[in-house]
Antibody, heavy 121, light 107 residues
Framework: EVHLVETGGGLVQPGRSLKLSCVVS????????MSWTRQAPGKGLEWVASITKSGNSPYYEDSVKGRFTISRDNGQNTLYLQMNSLRSEDTATYYCTREEGLYGYNYFDYWGQGVMVTVSS | DIQMTQSPPSLSASLGDTVTITCQASQDINKFIAWYQQKPGKASRLLIRYTSILESGTPSRFSGSGSGRDYSFSISNVESEDIASYYCLQYINLPRTFGGGTKLELK
């Protein structure tokens, strides 16, 4: 059974940093692209970042480019999101998501339960 | 970026009703749309991919259709376990974008 478990959320001041982790099980981690998706309180879903199977190529939503870094450790079955220069608008529940698809047309087929990040002074 | 306009934002239904949610893309997405169910405190669940392909375990009362810019998602014979929020996702382009969501409630 596929499991994705996020940790590392919490309350952080604007301008500071936070690193999220997602430990996965139930599938061969390095066979899949992985992503982070977020949801601000009371709002809709927003894709944040994706990373290829090898970890060599990351992709980012424009508002987090230069501030967030997605990475992975295939030996530890773990996905990361390093978040720097955090802003109040980054306040959201962050979901670890597995990608599936063909020819680069990838959707999210499994989701974690999410971890809350609150950016506030 | 492709905008996904989802409607209605909320929906009230009785058990046994049929409900339909629509998503309109700002450009042709060539059927690359998925539909998700979200319940509080639970992991989101992929129900349908590529417009109409049901994921394993998705009940047959769920269905999807559409082409070009216009897509729909239906639940026939609504059951209590279907009370949730639903989102569409286009995945033809980066950034992948979601519709604004539809909250299904019991009348």
């Amino acid at each position: 059974e596929v499991h994705l478990v996020e940790t590392g959320g919490g309350l952080v001041q604007p301008g500071r940093s936070l690193k999220l982790s997602c430990v996965v099980s139930g599938f061969t981690f390095d066979n899949y692209w992985m992503s982070w998706t977020r949801q601000a309180p009371g709002k809709g879903l927003e894709w944040v970042a994706s990373i290829t199977k090898s970890g060599n190529s990351p992709y980012y939503e424009d508002s987090v480019k230069g501030r967030f870094t997605i990475s992975r450790d295939n030996g530890q079955n773990t996905l990361y999101l390093q978040m720097n220069s955090l802003r109040s608008e980054d306040t959201a529940t962050y979901y670890c998501t597995r990608e599936e698809g063909l020819y680069g047309y990838n959707y999210f087929d499994y989701w974690g339960q999410g971890v809350m990040v609150t950016v506030s002074s | 970026d492709i905008q996904m306009t989802q409607s209605p934002p909320s929906l009230s239904a009785s058990l046994g009703d049929t409900v339909t949610i629509t998503c309109q893309a700002s450009q042709d997405i060539n059927k690359f749309i998925a539909w998700y169910q979200q319940k509080p405190g639970k992991a989101s669940r992929l129900l349908i991919r590529y417009t109409s392909i049901l994921e394993s375990g998705t009940p047959s009362r769920f269905s999807g259709s559409g082409s070009g810019r216009d897509y729909s998602f239906s639940i026939s014979n609504v059951e209590s376990e279907d009370i949730a929020s639903y989102y569409c996702l286009q995945y033809i382009n980066l950034p992948r974008t979601f519709g604004g969501g539809t909250k299904l409630e019991l009348k």
